[in-house]
């Protein structure tokens, strides 16, 4: 089956570093990925790791996967304002679908 | 700079009327989705398709037809909107799985208010 669960919400202090996690139950899933949605705008991909990687660093993002628990993570250092945003968990089901989460609406304080 | 135009973004209608939705990507990307966003419930596809002519239904396809007589353009179209289809409608393309990550390229949205 398909399904992607992550939190809600998530609020961080500006400077610290923000956490999104991430659960999946395709486990032949072959790509994972991490988009990024600002206001009144459509998704953007942010980054995105292949099945047989732990970790992938961009810049100040890193991605992390287990696949024997499967979970995704998505850590952004050195948080800023711009990085206020929903940010999508979405797994490759198959050739042509992406299944998506909910979303996480990350909030960042001053 | 790779463009997925979503026509409307924003409209209003009545209950019952016709809706028209466009799309147009100028990519020449095989592949092109539409999906509906609501709060909580994420993103989920109504329809897709992988070239011209043709079309497969996605997780939540009634109430819904598309048309893709062009390679760049994909249209969903609500026969009779109702008020429970009140939504942000999605586009996006990609190209072909076999050559790419299956990354999708997404419009800005149209944020749907059906009355």
């Known amino acids: 089956g398909e399904d992607v669960e992550q939190s809600l919400f998530l609020s961080v202090r500006e400077g610290d570093s923000s956490v999104i996690n991430c659960t999946y139950t395709?486990?032949?899933?072959?790509?994972l990925y991490w988009y990024k949605q600002e206001p009144g705008a459509g998704l953007q991909l942010l980054t995105y790791i292949f099945s047989n990687m732990d970790m992938k660093q961009d810049q100040r993002l890193t991605v992390l996967l287990n696949k024997k628990d499967k979970h995704l993570s998505l850590r952004i250092a050195d948080t800023q304002t711009g990085d206020s945003a929903i940010y999508f968990c979405?797994?490759?089901?198959?050739?042509?679908?992406?299944?998506f989460g909910a979303g996480t609406t990350v909030t960042v304080r001053a | 700079d790779v463009k997925v135009t979503q026509s409307s973004r924003y409209l209003v209608k009545r209950t019952g009327e016709k809706v028209f939705l466009e799309c147009v990507q100028d990519?020449?990307?095989?592949?092109m989705f539409w999906y509906r966003q609501d709060p909580g419930l994420g993103l989920r596809l109504i329809y897709f398709?992988?070239?011209?002519?043709?079309?497969e239904k996605g997780d939540i396809p009634e109430g819904y037809s598309v048309s893709r007589e062009k390679k760049e353009r994909f249209s969903l179209i609500l026969e009779s909107a109702s008020t429970n289809q009140t939504s942000m409608y999605l586009c996006?393309?990609?190209?072909?799985?076999?050559?790419?990550?299956?990354?999708?390229?997404f419009g800005e949205g149209s944020r749907l208010t059906v009355l």
């Open positions: 398709s992988y070239d011209v002519k043709m079309k």
């Open positions: 979405a797994e490759r089901v198959n050739d042509y679908k992406l299944s």
């Open positions: 395709d486990s032949s899933s072959t790509y």
């Open positions: 990519m020449d990307h095989e592949n």
């Open positions: 996006a393309s990609s190209p072909n799985v076999f050559t790419n990550t299956g990354e999708l390229f």
